[in-house]
Every structure is written in C-alpha cells, then in structure tokens.
C-alpha cells in the first residue's frame, strides 16, 4: 500500500461527498480523490483487510484504490478541518504520564485542533510555538530555523478553550487568567517522546502562550556537522581533550551554545570518562551520559547540584549556564582541581569572558590558570540549494570585504522554491569566534591590559577570525546571505 501525505490536502466533492466526521475518527479512512470511476482511500494504521473489503462493497460499481497515511497525519487533518463551538468545555483531564498527540478525541474537537498544531509544528522542526490572543484573533506562530512564521488564524471567541486545554495538559490552573504560569507536559507522536516546556502570561487581549519544543529522540548532531571552519574545529577539538581547564560557550539565547556543548561532549571518549551534565532543561539524551535536570523549587541550583557532583569523582563537568558568582567560583576551582568544566556566557564575543568573570569578582590570574578556549557564536539560516542562484555583489558588500580583507567571490540568494517552503533558506549554520590562551593571553589577563590589546594579539598572533569575518567568508562561500548575517553580527 503506498504511503501519501494528507498536506494541503482539499477534496473534492464533485463526485461525491467526504465520509462523516464520525467515520475518519473512528475507522481511520478519509477519502482523497472520487471521480466517475475510481475512488482514492487513505488509511491511517497501514493494512485494514476488513475495513478495505466494506469500502470496496460501499462503493461498488467504481474501483477502490487504497493508500497508507500515519496516525499523526489523521490527527492533524480532523484537527485543522475540525470547527470549534466557543461553548464546548467538556475536554476531560488526562491521564498520567504522556499525552499521545496523535489520537484523534471524538466529541472533543479543541483537543484535536492543539493535537494538530503541534504535530504540524514537530514535523516542520519547529523550536517553539506560539499561541497569542489578539485584538480580533487568535495568531498560531511556529519558528523555524529561528524566524517566526504565522500559520493559522483561528476565531477570538475560542482562545480561551485553547488556553483552558493547553493548562490542563500542563497541570497548571486553567481558572487563573491574571498571573503568569510555567509549566511542563510531555507528548507521544507515533511513538516518540517529546517535552514541551509552556509559558503563559496576561496580555491586553487576553494571553500569550509559548510551548518550547523539546525532542529528546533527535539525531544527536557531531560538531562537524554544525558549520565550524576547519581553523576554529581544531582549535575547539584541541581545547576539549585537555585534561583539566574551562572551555565557555558563549552567545545570546537561541544561539546553539547548548547544541555545540553536546556535540562536544558526544565527540569525547565518552565510555572512559565519567562525564556529567547540570542543565536546564535537559534537552537531548547523550548515550553513555549521566543528566542531570535542576529544579528551583527544590532549590536544586546548578551551584548546589555542582557540589554535590564533584563528590561523584567526574572527568567532565557541563554546567548549562554560569548565571552567578557562586557558580562561578566553584566552576573555576573545580577547573583548577582537575576537571574539565564546559559552560556558557552571556557575553557578545569571545574575549569579552575575561571581563565577565572579572565582573563576577574572579581574579584575573584565576582565570588565566584555567580558562582554555571560548567561543562566541550565531545562528544564521542556509541559502535553499534546491533553488540557489548567483547574485551581483552589490557596493556595500564590497565595501566589507575590503575592511576584513576578504576576497571577492560568487554571491548567491534563494529564490524560493517548495523544498524551502518558499523562504529561500533551509536550515542553519553557526558562524563563530574561536579565542584559545596561550602563555602571552595568559600574562595579558593577568596584567589586566585592556580587552582590545588582547583581541587585537588573538587575531594577528593566536589565528583567531573575528565573528564578523567569519560570517563575511560564510557570505562569499554561498552558505548564506549578507542580509541574513547583518541581522545576527555588527559590523
């Protein structure tokens, strides 16, 4: 039995109409295509010899053609065709544990429409969803690859039976529209377990609510794979098999420093060392990784979960984000006593570490001792390659290249095209500022000589490429364009 996708799928009823709601739900067959002599059947659950053989009777004299589509393709069609009455409030609590997205609820139509735009959004690869109440509708938003796209409006009246729907999935208190509420809830599509984290705050015209999509079951990337040059992945590679010493992340949220930490990590002999992480959340699952997920209201902190892990007698420490002075004094002499401590900052590039931990009240000869390598990093989106074509380099462009002395190659855009979903960018790459120590950096912080020395030694004598180089040279290789780095990187 082939298998199709129900994507902006429309029947036509001019030979005939689409079976009853009732019928889909409960039989798993929605009929594609009917013309004077065939009939086109989708089947959700692969082969249904009993099912097959009524439809082939129902619809005798014409042929029945039979295709296979999945279970979340059902739910999202009965979810995105299904009309919600503003007075329906019977959706019922559920169970413990997961919530299976993909099955279909009769009589409870708002429950298949949430079912539908998350499903929707896990198949795009979306990194978050977001549901917002507005003056005459309710904007259903997905971002991806860190853009945000509206895809549905859908009627005011009915918000807040969504909103009610999403709490009660969450655990949360449907009844309280004035304060803001956080909350968690994890979710099964065709057997994959996924974590939503969800905020919901009181807006003008009503709530704004953002579910932040978690799949723990996606392929765990190498950092190869993430778009480093070869210059900085060695330099990277090099820092991270050192025995003991710091190596920060750093970049503002939503910039990959967790997915680089990861690939980092993965990329360590992982089955001889003892290696543990502290995040918030825990986001991925490392094979052969010991995860630890803190929690506030257990005052279970990543400087308390720190002390507790250095007793398990780690090679590799991963502390989500150093947020403190407490956490950060305890990952620097974790650092100096023989550990290797990985972790991010909130800083704008590489070498601006130093004076953020200077901030933090570390002194500078702590921080030449074990700080071994920081990276500053951005996502940025890829041209489609499906529908790339070459543009004339326009004077600005020119005009760049020559202040970070680059020279001048083929420019390209995206047209748009069905695989890119008509954006003309598909996926993201990383541009980054790779800042290793040597014996001079080290003498340099502990001095305490001005950041712009110390930038201006790392670019002419520790090979380290500037962030707006990097993205330049990322123009001029046709990966993205200049329009899309100008929005990540200052120049």
């Given at each position: 039995m082939k298998r199709i996708s129900l994507k902006n799928f429309q029947f036509n009823s001019a030979f005939g109409e689409q079976y009853s709601r009732e019928f889909i739900s409960h039989r798993g067959a929605v009929k594609i295509l009917e013309t004077e002599a065939e009939v086109h059947i989708a089947i959700s659950g692969g082969s249904n010899t009993n099912l097959c053989h009524d439809l082939e009777n129902f619809h005798i004299p014409k042929k029945v053609v039979f295709f296979s589509i999945s279970r979340a393709e059902l739910a999202t069609f009965?979810?995105?065709?299904?009309?919600?009455?503003?007075?329906?409030?019977?959706?019922?609590?559920?169970?413990?544990?997961?919530?299976?997205?993909?099955?279909?609820?009769?009589?409870?139509?708002?429950?298949?429409?949430?079912?539908?735009?998350?499903?929707?959004?896990?198949?795009?690869?979306?990194?978050?969803?977001?549901?917002?109440a507005q003056s005459d509708s309710v904007h259903i938003r997905y971002r991806i690859d860190g853009m945000l796209r509206t895809v549905k409006k859908i009627d005011k009246s009915v918000f807040f039976t969504i909103s009610n729907r999403i709490k009660i999935m969450a655990n949360l208190?449907?009844?309280?529209?004035?304060?803001?509420?956080?909350?968690?809830?994890?979710?099964?599509?065709?057997?994959?377990?996924?974590?939503?984290?969800?905020?919901?705050?009181?807006?003008?015209?009503?709530?704004?609510?953002?579910?932040?999509?978690?799949?723990?079951?996606?392929?765990l990337l190498t950092l190869d794979e993430l778009g480093f040059y070869p210059q900085d992945l060695t330099a990277i590679k090099s820092a991270s098999i050192q025995p003991f010493g710091l190596i920060l992340l750093t970049g503002p949220t939503g910039s990959g420093k967790t997915t680089t930490l990861h690939a980092l990590i993965a990329g360590l002999p992982v089955p001889d060392l003892k290696i543990i992480t502290i995040e918030d959340p825990v986001e991925q699952l490392i094979p052969g990784v010991n995860q630890v997920q803190v929690n506030d209201e257990i005052n279970l902190s990543f400087d308390s979960m720190l002390r507790r892990v250095l007793r398990q007698d780690p090679n590799v420490i991963m502390v989500g984000e150093i947020r403190d002075t407490a956490t950060a004094e305890l990952a620097m002499r974790s650092a100096l006593t023989g550990h290797l401590i990985l972790s991010t900052l909130h800083t704008n590039d590489s070498v601006s570490v130093i004076t953020r931990l200077e901030n933090m009240g570390l002194e500078p000869y702590l921080i030449a001792a074990v700080l071994r390598c920081s990276v500053a990093q951005r996502l940025v989106r890829k041209i489609c390659l499906?529908?790339?074509?070459?543009?004339?380099?326009?004077?600005?462009?020119?005009?760049?290249?020559?202040?970070?002395?680059?020279?001048?190659?083929?420019?390209?855009?995206?047209?748009?095209?069905?695989?890119?979903?008509?954006t003309g960018y598909k996926g993201r790459t990383v541009i980054s500022e790779v800042f290793t120590i040597d014996k001079n950096i080290e003498e340099m912080i502990v001095e305490r000589q001005q950041i712009g020395k110390i930038t201006q030694y790392a670019e002419s004598h520790a090979g380290m490429i500037s962030i707006a180089k990097n993205a330049l040279q990322k123009v001029t290789d046709g990966i993205t364009t200049l329009r899309e780095v100008e929005r990540e990187v200052i120049f």
């Open positions: 009965i979810g995105e065709t299904t009309d919600i009455d503003p007075l329906e409030s019977n959706v019922k609590h559920e169970k413990e544990g997961s919530i299976a997205l993909d099955a279909i609820t009769e009589g409870a139509p708002v429950v298949n429409i949430i079912n539908a735009i998350c499903i929707e959004a896990i198949r795009l690869e979306s990194s978050d969803i977001h549901i917002e208190n449907p009844m309280e529209q004035r304060l803001p509420q956080d909350g968690r809830m994890s979710v099964t599509v065709e057997n994959s377990t996924i974590d939503l984290r969800v905020s919901i705050i009181p807006v003008a015209n009503g709530e704004s609510i953002v579910l932040r999509i978690f799949n723990t079951t996606t392929k499906s529908c790339r074509k070459k543009i004339t380099i326009s004077s600005q462009a020119r005009s760049l290249m020559s202040k970070y002395k680059i020279a001048e190659k083929n420019m390209y855009e995206g047209v748009g095209c069905p695989e890119c979903d008509y």
